[in-house]
């Protein structure tokens, strides 16, 4: 069961897409409800992070195995104006959208392994996995 589907960020309403397509997604590779909710939760996070600070970029869903594990693999990416200092991001209760703050550092508690990567002028990437317990 191997998918690659992405969701292209454009506008508010492909963030209800991507969230939608990611619980699917969670659903057909054995996730309970509350996972599911968690991964939409993440989906979110990411997806409005693209459309409020880079404009358009995607988020991309993949089925991954290791060893003897599954899970989810989401990919949000973009080439907006990047972040400039990561660590600054990742502070609990740090905001430039007036928001709650959850942002990624929320989004790390939600899923297993969090990676970021990105270069101002260029972009960002934020790959993150659930794996099914």
């Known amino acids: 069961m191997d998918f690659q589907s992405c969701v292209n ?15 699917d997604i969670s659903r057909k590779i054995g996730f309970g409800t509350v996972d599911q909710a968690r991964i939409a939760t993440a989906i ?14 995607k988020v991309c869903f993949e089925a991954v195995e290791d060893m003897n594990k599954k899970g989810i ?19 609990d209760g740090f905001t430039t959208s007036g928001g709650l703050g959850a942002g990624l550092p929320g989004v790390k508690r939600l899923m297993d392994d969090f990676d970021i990567v990105s270069e101002t002028g260029k972009g960002t990437e934020i790959r993150v996995v659930k794996w099914l317990r």
């Open 73 to 91: 693999s989401i990919v949000a990416m973009d080439e907006g104006p990047g972040i400039q200092d990561i660590s600054q991001v990742m502070e």
């Open 9 to 23: 960020i454009k506008k508010e309403w492909d963030i209800v897409g991507a969230r939608q397509l990611g619980r």
């Open 44 to 57: 979110s996070e990411l997806a409005r992070n693209i459309y409020l600070y880079a404009g358009t970029g």
